[in-house]
């Protein structure tokens, strides 16, 4: 079944009152946050996607595909279940190496090149990540930046997900907005859970939560994509920053004064 949308149809808060969003689609290409003070619902929205809600959680949500009931092996046989959810917690019960863990997952999926598909997916996670990603390393060993890269990769080049959910990548030290270019290269809908202000205005829309319940749908538009500019800006900065404390570099002025003299100037 090939997924042109999909259709979150609102249930209700946690005062019982229904969502004042009634509804919402995901087409395939969308970026799309989910954004809201802690506790407010963003993690249960993004559960009852990947769960195909059928009116059978707390929320009483449901979640169509291409206008019709998410057909049951799409819920039931994994092989066939559609979104890969990238969350904040990333346990692993092996400690294989990397390249073995991905060799593994792309022979499941009957990937035919296995050398070229494990390393177009290290190379993937490596443009994400702050320290790289070595195939010989054990995936216990790999940071939490680390992992969570690799597993957006993984999603992305052998899942092959038509839709991925991702809660706060920005927590992992990912480097969120070439993430965000990256992504943007694949016809997937990508949802992402999140508190910061620049995923959330280079999005297609965002839904507001509060109280449990979807309160409004906020479309991008010129003048906040030129904010998330100058955000992003901002962010280059603070990497080149981090990445210097990381090395064990003595830091100076000099550089963030250019920097910031070119932003005003």
Do not use: W
Request: charged fraction near 25%; hydrophobic fraction near 40%; glycine fraction near 8%.
């Amino acid at each position: 079944m090939e997924i042109h949308k999909i259709t979150v149809q609102g249930g209700f808060g946690k005062d019982g009152k229904s969502e004042k969003v009634e509804a919402f689609d995901l087409r395939m290409g969308d970026i799309v946050s989910i954004v809201g003070p802690t506790g407010c619902g963003k993690t249960t929205l993004i559960n009852d996607i990947e769960l195909f809600a059928n009116q059978n959680t707390p929320s009483r949500r449901r979640i169509l595909i291409n206008d019709e009931p998410v057909p049951d092996d799409f819920s039931f046989d994994p092989s066939r279940h559609p979104i890969a959810l990238i969350s904040q917690h990333t346990n692993f019960l092996s400690d294989l190496p990397v390249g073995e863990f991905l060799k593994i997952h792309a022979t499941v999926r009957g990937a035919s090149n296995l050398e070229s598909v494990v390393g177009e997916t290290i190379g993937f996670a490596n443009e994400l990540t702050g320290e790289a990603i070595i195939r010989e390393t054990g995936m216990t060993e790999l940071s939490g930046g680390q992992t969570r890269s690799l597993l957006i990769a993984d999603a992305v080049i052998i899942g092959n997900s038509p839709i991925i959910l991702l809660d706060e990548i920005e927590n992992a030290g990912i480097h969120k907005t070439k993430a965000l270019e990256l992504l943007k290269n694949y016809r997937k809908i990508f949802v992402f859970v999140t508190h910061d202000p620049t995923i959330a205005l280079l999005s297609d829309f965002r839904i507001v939560m509060k109280n449990g319940a979807m309160q409004r749908v906020i479309q991008s538009n010129a003048e906040e994509v030129k904010t998330a500019t100058k955000l992003r800006e901002i962010d280059d900065i603070l990497l080149h920053y981090r990445g210097l404390v990381r090395s064990g570099a003595e830091l100076n002025e000099v550089y963030l004064e250019s920097k910031l003299e070119g932003m005003t100037g």
